[in-house]
Nanobody, 121 residues
Framework: QVQLAESGGGLVQAGGSLRLACAASGRTGGIFDMGWYRQAPGKAREWIARLSWTNGDADYADSVKGRFTIGRDNGPNAVYLQMNSLKTKNTAIYYC??????????????WGQGIQVTVSS
C-alpha cells in the first residue's frame, strides 16, 4: 500500500511564501511522475505542477508558472512545491499525487490526504 504524506501548509500573508513537501512510502513501483493539485472551496480539484521521474522535466499550470517551483526533495520518492508571491485566491487544500508508469496518460493512482494552505490579505 502506498501512502503520501504532505507537510508544510499553514497560514501566510499575501505576497509571502510557503514550501510544501510530500514523501511517499510503501511499494510505489515504477513512478512516471509526482505532482501537486489543489482544490479551493466550491471549486473542482485542479492540477498545478508535475515532475517527471523519467526525464526530470517540470510542468506548471499557467496560473502558477513563474511563482511556484516543483523539485525532488530528500528521500527516494519525495517532492516539494515552493510557492512564492502567494495570492489570496491560492487558498486551497493542496494534494500530492503519484502517477505510475502504466498510467502515464491517466489520472494519478495515488493521492495524499491534502494539506491546507490559507493566504490572508
Amino acid at each position: 500500500q502506498v501512502q503520501l504524506a504532505e507537510s508544510g501548509g499553514g497560514l501566510v500573508q499575501a505576497g509571502g511564501s510557503l514550501r510544501l513537501a510530500c514523501a511517499a512510502s510503501g511499494r510505489t513501483g515504477g513512478i512516471f511522475d509526482m505532482g501537486w493539485y489543489r482544490q479551493a472551496p466550491g471549486k473542482a480539484r485542479e492540477w498545478i505542477a508535475r515532475l517527471s521521474w523519467t526525464n526530470g522535466d517540470a510542468d506548471y499550470a499557467d496560473s502558477v508558472k513563474g511563482r511556484f517551483t516543483i523539485g525532488r526533495d530528500n528521500g527516494p520518492n519525495a517532492v516539494y512545491l515552493q510557492m512564492n508571491s502567494l495570492k489570496t485566491k491560492n487558498t486551497a487544500i493542496y494534494y500530492c499525487s503519484i502517477r505510475s508508469l502504466d498510467r502515464r496518460h491517466l489520472a494519478p493512482d495515488y493521492w495524499g490526504q491534502g494539506i491546507q494552505v490559507t493566504v490572508s490579505s
